[in-house]
């Protein structure tokens, strides 16, 4: 039986609404003839994760895994947002309606001129995916990022939330628009703003009312340059002062608390030291640019897309690019389905198998055997047509949209690291009676079963090659 992970390896979830942030930075040195606004003479398009994809990405740096669980639309946006995020965050979508939300702010001199909102928030969720409940139940604790665009109203979402903050520490960084807290939750840390008292002289007795109706044990009102009060359900507060900072850029200093919070949380430290630690590490991070420290130049759309079809990548695709793609599908909420097998001299009963297979889903790979593999299962004389050409021949299909090579005797281990939702099989076996069932159950994948094409076999082919160069 494998050991369960170490304490360290166990990932930190951040749970909430991606934003993918862009700044167009430019200098403004007069105003516009028709209105009194500025003119901005844009320099430099810069883009980095936003809301709680930056919450996760502050949270990588403490160390231990972070997996984002977050509404994504399949477009540009998420694509770029993603490139933004992997490997440090693992990111699991959830489904999204009006677009992946992308926040513009036109900067001059160092300040913000205006801000540009698009795109849409959570779609209904009555259920969590088995994904999200999975690593919520190995987490090492919650983060809750609230950007107040459905995600924390979703029934769905609000039971496995829920069910987590009684296993694991579970930090919830509120919204004016979003839910509630769920109850189990340890630490909530909201600016003086959502807690009803930005004068700072109510907000003692305003975040006491909101612990009260949240039922929550501790609050870490922030405050921006003033810091932040802890305020504990015992009526306890303590005022948490920052050094005086240079950075004029807040955007995400919130988040950065938050996430350091929750990752100290996770390592074992009380509510205290946690908000603390989190009060240092935002103010470290203000110093230290803000997010303007990790945008980067806007390109051109990466090259996450088809060559020849919306998910296909080239026949000469590494094993981790293949992987890569059935994850992005994944996430887009598409199903990735696999199949395998030798495909030497490929005939019409191998398109058919690959077309029905195609069928099942969003995504196919096929997992072929390695020369060697084939020469173990077929003999000395096979294959015909050696793997990269097989390879090759697979890849111009439109039904194919990746191939990962495999030297094993059996795919249990390609499969292992593809992690299909749907394998099938070809033949005469019986659907749930296939050796591959119990990895497939590791991950709640399924396999599927379709009839061969009649009369169509490579050994086939073989033999009446052969007969016909003797005769």
């Not at 303590?238 to 900072?245: I, K």
Request: charged letters at 20%; one cysteine or more; a negative charge.
């Amino acid at each position: 039986m494998p050991q369960a992970p170490a304490v360290t390896d166990r990932p930190l979830v951040v749970v909430g609404e991606a934003l993918l942030d862009i700044d167009l930075v430019g200098e403004s040195t007069r105003l516009c003839p028709d209105a009194p606004v500025p003119v901005v003479d844009e320099r430099q398009e810069l883009a980095r994760p936003g809301g709680a994809a930056l919450a996760a990405l502050l949270a990588a740096r403490g160390g231990r895994p972070v997996v984002l669980v977050t509404p994504l639309a399949d477009d540009a946006a998420a694509d770029q947002l993603i490139g933004r995020l992997e490997p440090a965050v693992r990111v699991l979508a959830l489904p999204a309606t009006g677009g992946t939300p992308v926040k513009r702010r036109v900067r001059a001199g160092g300040q913000s001129l205006v801000r540009l909102d698009r795109g849409g928030g959570a779609a209904p969720l009555d259920q969590a995916p088995d994904a999200v409940t999975e690593v919520l139940e190995q987490c090492a604790g919650v983060l809750v990022s609230d950007y107040g665009r459905g995600l924390t109203h979703q029934p769905g979402a609000r039971r496995v939330l829920q069910a987590a903050a009684h296993r694991v520490p579970l930090v919830w960084d509120p919204h004016p628009l979003g839910g509630p807290p769920v109850p189990g939750t340890l630490l909530v840390t909201p600016n003086e703003h959502e807690v009803g008292a930005a004068d700072g002289a109510d907000l003692v007795a305003a975040a006491l009312d909101l612990v009260a109706r949240w039922e929550v044990p501790t609050l870490c009102v922030t405050r921006g340059g003033r810091g932040a009060v802890l305020v504990c359900a015992d009526g306890t507060t303590e005022q948490l002062d920052v050094a005086e900072v240079s950075g004029t850029d807040t955007c995400g200093a919130g988040d950065q608390l938050a996430a350091a919070a929750a990752g100290a949380l996770a390592a074992g430290a009380e509510a205290g030291a946690a908000a603390r630690a989190g009060v240092r590490a935002a103010a470290r991070y203000v110093a230290d640019g803000g997010a303007a420290a990790l945008a980067r130049p806007v390109v051109a759309a990466p090259s996450r897309r088809a060559p020849t079809t919306p998910n296909q990548v080239a026949a000469s695709a590494t094993p981790d690019e293949v992987v890569a793609l059935a994850r992005r599908t994944q996430r887009r909420g598409g199903t990735v389905v696999a199949t395998g097998g030798c495909f030497d001299l490929l005939h019409a009963g191998h398109v058919a198998t690959l077309r029905a297979a195609r069928a099942q889903g969003s995504c196919l790979v096929v997992c072929l055997n390695s020369d060697a593999s084939v020469r173990r299962l077929k003999g000395p004389d096979r294959p015909v047509v050696p793997e990269a050409d097989r390879a090759a021949v697979l890849s111009a299909l439109g039904c194919v949209d990746g191939v990962l090579v495999f030297g094993e005797d059996t795919p249990f281990e390609v499969l292992e690291r593809l992690r299909p939702d749907v394998w099938v099989k070809g033949g005469d076996y019986a659907a749930g009676m296939l050796p591959e069932d119990e990895v497939l159950a590791r991950w709640s994948g399924r396999s599927v079963v379709v009839p061969y094409l009649p009369g169509r076999s490579t050994s086939g082919l073989v033999a009446r090659t052969r007969t016909a160069t003797h005769v």
